[in-house]
């Protein structure tokens, strides 16, 4: 069972920055994808973003495109999501996830049943 535990989370004003981190332990890091996700109060939790094992290949919704850049850290175990020109509607819980099976492709991260760990969740909240 691999434990997740994410950090960098805050309040920012629209048009901000923020960058997450989620460091993970527990089992081999490098060959499993990671993704992340977030859930605003009264809403389903929704994919943002995942990265394949090696980094080589990403995958985003239209909704944070161009805006998030997944990156990780084999060396360090930790999977990043910098986050810039937020807006108020990207106030949420996010969440750090890793799949059940290795070399999960990145696009197959988006589906929820591909997760087999999640983190805390970190608050993020963007101001108007």
């Known amino acids: 069972q691999v434990q997740l535990v994410e950090s960098g989370g805050g309040l920012v004003q629209a048009g901000g920055s923020l960058r997450l981190s989620c460091a993970a332990s527990?089992?081999?890091?490098?060959?499993?994808?990671m993704g992340w996700f977030r859930q605003a109060p009264g809403k389903e939790r929704e994919f943002v973003a995942a990265?394949?094992?090696?980094?080589?290949?990403?995958y985003y919704p239209d909704s944070v495109k161009g805006r998030f850049t997944i990156s990780r850290d084999n060396a360090k175990n930790t999977v990043y999501l910098q986050m810039n020109s937020l807006k108020p509607e990207d106030t949420a819980v996010y969440y750090c996830?890793?799949?059940?099976?290795?070399?999960?492709?990145?696009?197959?991260?988006?589906?929820?049943?591909?997760?087999?760990?999640w983190g805390q969740g970190i608050q993020v909240t963007v101001s108007s």
């Open positions: 996830a890793a799949p059940t099976r290795p070399l999960t492709t990145a696009q197959a991260m988006d589906d929820l049943t591909s997760v087999g760990s």
């Open positions: 527990g089992r081999p890091f490098g060959i499993y994808a």
């Open positions: 990265i394949n094992w090696n980094g080589g290949s990403t």
